[in-house]
C-alpha cells in the first residue's frame, strides 16, 4: 500500500495549528502563574493591613493586660475574621500562648509559625503550613502605651482559599483564550486553503521532484523555448532559446517586458504580436528558425504564449542543393527521352540511306551541349558553382527559358565559403527563373559572376514582369514571395549571405525589361 504523502498546505496547516496550541495554552499559562502570582500579593497585602487594623485596635491593647485576655479576644478576632474574609485571626501574648483561634480547643496552646521577625518589632508576611495547612498570614506586634511589646495578631488567609478565588476565574481566563484559538485556526485553515490551491495539492516531494526535472528538461531540450506572461513579460528562456536568439547566457531577461530586449525583428514582432503560429520559418541573424507559438491556458483562463523555436538553417540549404538536384535529374531525365527520340531518328536516316543528315542532326546537339559546357567551365574554375549552373541551365531548357552565361563571367577562386556563393547564386537564379515562368517567348535569364574592382559580383537579369520599385524593400525579407505557396526564404536566404560578409545589394531593370539582381561583396575581407 503506497505511504499517503500530506501535501505542503496540509503540513503547513498542522505545523499552524501546533503551534498556535502551543501559544494559546502557554499564554493561558501565564496568565493563570500571574493571576496565582496576584492573587498571593493581594492576600499579603490584605492580611497585613487587617493584621495592623487589629494590633493597633485600643480594645485588644487592653484585653492584653486583663488576667482573661481570652474572654475578651476570641470574640473580637472572629468577628473580625468574618467582616473581612480571612481564614483566621490569632491574638497570642510573646511567647506564642494564643488568645484566640477559630477552632476553640487550640485556644491557650503555642502559635505554630514563625514570629521572630515581628518581635523585632518588624511587621512581616509569610507562607508557612500552620494547624489549619498552608497559609498566607501576616504577624504584627502590638504595642502598649510605653511602645513595649505586649502582644502579636497574626492574620491568614490559607492557600486553599486563594486556589478557589483563582479557579473561580478561569472560566473568565478560557473563554477568551477559547475565541483567540478558534480565531487563529480559522486563520491558519484559510491560509493552507489558498496554499493548497496555488500548489495545486502537490507534497514537498512531489514539488522538489518537478523541479529538478523541469530544470533538467529546459536545460537539455533541442528546441528553442520562450514563455510569455499574459502581459507580455519574458517568463523563462532555455538555454538554446538564447542560443538561437543570441542572448548572452548571463544577460538578465527574466521579467523583462519583450520591448526591452535586443532580439531579432522577426521574432520580436512575433511575439509582441500574440498570435497563434505554427511551423513559420523566421530569420533570426544568420538563421533559419521554425516557430510555433500559441496560447497556454490552464482551467480555462489563459497564462500566456509559449513560443518554441527549432533551427533549420542547415536543413534548409540541404533542401535547397536537394531542390536543384532533384531539377538537376528532372532535366537529364527529359533530355534522356529527348535523345532516345533523335537517335532513333538518327537510325531511321541511316537505314533510308540519307547518312549525311543523320551525322549533320546527330552532330549539331552534341556540338551545342559541348558548346555549353566549355563556356561555362571555361569561364567558371570553381566545380562546385559550375556544377550548379549546369544544372541550371538544364534546368532552364526543361521549363522553356534561355540561360545565358554572360561571355564576361569569369572566376577561378570563389572568395566565399562554397556554400554561402551556392547560396547566393542558385536563389538569384532561382527567384529569376520563377520571374519568368508563364510570361510569354521568349524567355531569358542571364547570369554574370566574377570578381571586380576587388568585389565578387553576382549580377542576375530575367525577361519576366520585373520588380515594382515599391516592392523592392520587401524583396530580402523573410516571407515574401511572387508565389502564391511559396515560403518567401531564398532572397532572405541571400540577404543573410550578403550582411554577413559585408556586402550590399540592389535591384534594377533588366536589358529585357525584367529585374536586375546585383550583389556585391568584397574580395580581401570576403579571402581573410
Avoid at 480565531?183 to 507534497?203: I, V
Wanted: proline share 5%.
Amino acid at each position: 500500500m503506497a505511504r499517503r504523502q500530506w501535501s505542503i498546505a496540509g503540513q503547513l496547516f498542522a505545523l499552524q495549528a501546533v503551534v498556535v496550541t502551543l501559544l494559546v495554552l502557554a499564554g493561558a499559562a501565564g496568565a493563570v502563574w500571574l493571576a496565582r502570582s496576584d492573587s498571593r500579593q493581594a492576600a499579603q497585602e490584605e492580611v497585613l493591613s487587617v493584621a495592623q487594623t487589629v494590633a493597633r485596635s485600643p480594645d485588644v491593647r487592653a484585653a492584653l493586660t486583663t488576667a482573661d485576655p481570652a474572654t475578651i479576644l476570641q470574640p473580637y478576632a472572629e468577628s473580625t475574621r468574618l467582616a473581612t474574609g480571612t481564614d483566621f485571626v490569632v491574638v497570642m501574648a510573646p511567647d506564642r500562648t494564643r488568645f484566640s483561634h477559630p477552632t476553640r480547643e487550640l485556644i491557650g496552646q503555642p502559635f505554630v509559625g514563625e514570629i521572630e521577625p515581628a518581635l523585632a518589632g518588624h511587621p512581616f508576611t509569610v507562607t508557612n503550613v500552620g494547624t489549619l495547612g498552608e497559609s498566607v498570614r501576616a504577624v504584627v506586634p502590638v504595642y502598649d502605651d510605653k511602645r513595649r511589646i505586649v502582644g502579636l495578631v497574626s492574620v491568614g488567609i490559607t492557600t486553599r482559599a486563594i486556589d478557589r478565588k483563582l479557579l473561580a476565574q478561569l472560566p473568565v481566563l478560557f473563554g477568551v483564550a477559547a475565541p483567540a484559538l478558534a480565531l487563529a485556526a480559522t486563520g491558519s485553515w484559510l491560509l493552507s486553503r489558498r496554499l493548497r490551491r496555488q500548489t495545486h495539492g502537490l507534497g514537498p516531494a512531489q514539488m522538489t521532484r518537478m523541479y529538478e526535472y523541469y530544470d533538467a528538461v529546459l536545460h537539455s531540450v533541442r528546441e528553442g523555448l520562450v514563455v510569455l506572461t499574459t502581459d507580455r513579460r519574458v517568463a523563462l528562456v532555455n538555454d538554446e532559446g538564447r542560443r538561437l536568439l543570441g542572448l548572452d547566457a548571463d544577460a538578465p531577461v527574466t521579467d523583462q517586458p519583450v520591448a526591452g530586449i535586443d532580439l531579432p525583428p522577426a521574432v520580436a514582432e512575433l511575439l509582441a504580436s500574440g498570435r497563434d503560429a505554427r511551423d513559420e520559418p523566421i530569420l533570426a541573424g544568420d538563421r533559419v528558425l521554425v516557430a510555433n507559438q500559441r496560447t497556454t491556458r490552464f482551467e480555462g483562463a489563459a497564462l500566456g504564449t509559449v513560443l518554441t523555436l527549432r533551427d533549420q538553417t542547415e536543413l534548409r540549404t540541404l533542401a535547397s542543393e536537394l531542390d536543384s538536384v532533384r531539377a538537376l535529374t528532372e532535366a537529364l531525365q527529359a533530355q534522356t527521352h529527348e535523345s532516345a527520340n533523335r537517335l532513333h531518328t538518327v537510325l531511321t536516316l541511316v537505314e533510308l540511306g540519307r547518312t549525311e543528315e543523320a551525322v549533320r542532326l546527330g552532330t549539331r546537339d552534341l556540338a551545342l551541349a559541348q558548346q555549353l559546357t566549355d563556356r561555362v567551365v571555361g569561364a567558371v574554375t570553381e566545380p562546385a558553382l559550375a556544377a550548379l549552373l549546369l544544372g541550371k541551365s538544364a534546368q532552364a531548357g526543361e521549363r522553356g527559358v534561355d540561360l545565358v552565361i554572360e561571355p564576361e563571367c569569369h572566376l577561378d577562386d570563389s572568395p566565399l565559403p562554397t556554400g554561402d556563393l551556392l547560396t547566393v547564386v542558385g536563389n538569384l537564379v532561382d527567384n529569376a527563373l520563377e520571374a519568368v515562368a508563364g510570361t510569354p517567348a521568349p524567355r531569358r535569364v542571364r547570369v554574370f559572376v566574377g570578381e571586380v574592382d576587388d568585389e565578387l559580383v553576382v549580377r542576375v537579369a530575367d525577361s519576366g514582369p520585373g520588380l515594382a520599385p515599391d516592392r523592392v524593400a520587401d524583396a530580402f525579407r523573410r516571407g515574401w514571395s511572387t508565389k502564391s505557396t511559396g515560403r518567401g526564404l531564398g532572397l532572405a536566404l541571400v540577404g543573410q549571405v550578403v550582411r554577413r560578409h559585408g556586402g550590399r545589394y540592389d535591384v534594377g531593370r533588366s536589358d529585357d525589361g525584367g529585374s536586375l539582381f546585383t550583389v556585391r561583396m568584397p574580395v580581401v575581407g570576403a579571402r581573410r
